[in-house]
């Protein structure tokens, strides 16, 4: 289940709500004001790595080993 990141357009708030499907006809309301002028807000994912502090090409990470 996806997480999307919103701004209320009214309040200013930054939230984040869980959402079933990219393309569920819910109605998103802003936490703080109940307002529905919201839009969702541009948002980046993380990922951790093995920790090994090397630096790996992806497509050298994804090549078959031995």
């Given amino acids: 289940m996806p997480i999307y990141e919103y701004h209320c357009k009214d309040c200013g708030d930054d939230f984040e709500r869980f959402i079933r499907s990219m393309f569920s006809k819910e ?4 936490p703080e004001c ?5 839009s969702k807000a541009f948002s ?5 790595g093995s ?8 497509a050298a990470a994804c090549a078959p080993s031995g």
Avoid at 44 to 48: E, I, P
């Fill in 44 to 48: 980046v994912f993380g990922t951790s």
């Fill in 51 to 58: 920790g090994s502090g090397g630096s790996i090409s992806s």
């Fill in 27 to 30: 109605t998103i309301t802003c």
């Fill in 34 to 38: 109940g307002s529905e002028h919201v």
